[in-house]
């Protein structure tokens, strides 16, 4: 069991074992929470690159780039006629 003291100004140090657990850095935001049971949870909130790898998955197919960039601009101009009707 890990233990830290809070501060005068509620402030304290997530211990090493834990920031190593967690992977966290430096200017890491985080979320806390206490859940049903009361147990106090804490999620980081910052996302590395190197997080994501893999998060979609293979692509069905690949596209050259010319096809890619006709179907990025289709699909955003679906979604900013669909932003465009509901705000109106």
Known sequence: MT???LTSKG???I???IRDRLALKA???LEFWIDANGTICVLP???RIADLR???GKPKQRLPGAKLDRAIREGWGK???RVA???A
Do not use: C, Y
Request: net charge positive; hydrophobic share 20%; glycine share 8%.
């Open 3 to 5: 233990r830290a003291t």
């Open 11 to 13: 402030q304290t140090t």
């Open 15 to 17: 211990p090493k074992d």
């Open 27 to 29: 200017g890491d935001r």
């Open 45 to 47: 909130l910052t996302r």
């Open 54 to 56: 893999g998060l979609l």
């Open 79 to 81: 979604r900013w006629r």
């Open 85 to 87: 009707r509901s705000s």
